[in-house]
Structure formats: structure tokens, C-alpha cells
């Protein structure tokens, strides 16, 4: 099979530092290309909706090494498949879903990577917890010791210039550093999920760990 997405992949990858994690979202493209960016090195897929993910995964179940990163709203409803199929979680949004997925990952014996989706500006076309809330849910966030609660992940407001953009991954990571000097003894903020397709390179910038490239990689849906 020919492999029109190998140029493109790798250079992105190759603009990427060492230490920055690309995840390709794969949401609406189908089995076989998804195969195609796995032969040009791909390795981390995000997928945001259940059903479309188990299809998926169905078909390139001869994979084994590729790690599955959901990335859209989590309905408490779908949290046992979702654990079954993902080992990242980027969209946990509120208390009740971490605890949902904590009571489930413990009966399951998983211990699923998590990131806490955040709000930094307000946005009702978003989900997430805005940072007062965050910070005041915390213990009980602590609690959950089934998850590893390792990342934020934010998505900007849509309409924001460079500059407001560039200070909304800042602040993240700002709200990282400070999560973290408060040494909860099961919360420690080591990735930041921060940036797509076209704004990925300011939260690299910004010190993003992990980018989201969808469209960048795989043309418009």
C-alpha cells in the first residue's frame, strides 16, 4: 500500500522536541490509514467516541504496541468501555466522572492514566473545571487511587489571537506547578496535554508534553 501520509508525518515529528509526545487523533479516519501513520511511526492514536474506537481497534488488533488516547467527553455511562479500550483518558472533567472511573479501574484491576480537563477562560462550548474548582476539588481527586493522575489538558477558546492563546497554555502549566508544589501524595501533573493542529506549536512553546494533530495529518474531515 502507498503511504501518502509518510512525508507528512514525519516532518511533523521531526519539528517535534524529543521530549514532546504526538498524538495523532484519528476520529472519522478510517482503519486502514490509521495503519498507514502506524508503518510511518506512529504510535499514540486519540480517538473520541466509543463505539468508533472499538471498531477500530477490532481491526488492528495485530498492533499491539499502539497506545489509545480518548480525548472527548466521557458519559459516565460509557466509562467501563472506555477504560477497556484506552490507556489515557485526556477528558476527565468533573469529581463524578474521576470517581466513576476510579470505583470501575479498582473492580477492573486497570490503573488508567488520567488527565483533568481544564477550563483556563471561560467557554460554554467547553467542558473542564475552571481553576478555583479544580484546586478546591483536589482531595477528593487524591482520592481516587485506582487512576494516575498525571496531566491537564486544555483546549482554547476558538477566536483567541497568538498572544491569548500562547496565555492560556501558560497558565496551565502554571496550574501544574502549582498542583504539583502542594505534593498531594496520588496527584502529580507531569504532561500537559496542550495544542492542535493550529496551535500546536505555541503550546509546545508554552511546554506542552503531548499535542493532538488531527487535521494537520490527515487533511480535513
Known sequence: ???PYHDR??????????QVRLIAVTKTVPAEVVRIAYTAGIRDFG?????????????LHDLPDITWHFIGRLQSNKAKKALELFQWIH??????????????ASTMNLNPHICFQVKILPDPNKAGWD???LLEDLPLLNECKSLQCQGLMTIPPLGLNEIQTLEVFNQTRELAEKINAQNWSNICIEQLSMGMSGDYELGIKAG??????????????
Open 1 to 3: 500500500m502507498s503511504n
Open 9 to 18: 508525518i514525519n516532518q511533523i515529528r521531526s519539528q517535534l522536541p524529543a
Open 47 to 59: 480517538e473520541s467516541r466509543i463505539q468508533e474506537a472499538a471498531a477500530k481497534q477490532a481491526l
Open 91 to 104: 477528558s476527565v472533567d468533573t469529581v463524578t466522572i474521576a470517581q466513576r472511573l476510579n470505583q470501575l
Open 131 to 133: 481553576i478555583p474548582q
Open 208 to 221: 506542552a508534553t503531548m499535542v493532538r494533530l488531527g487535521t494537520i495529518l490527515f487533511g480535513a474531515r
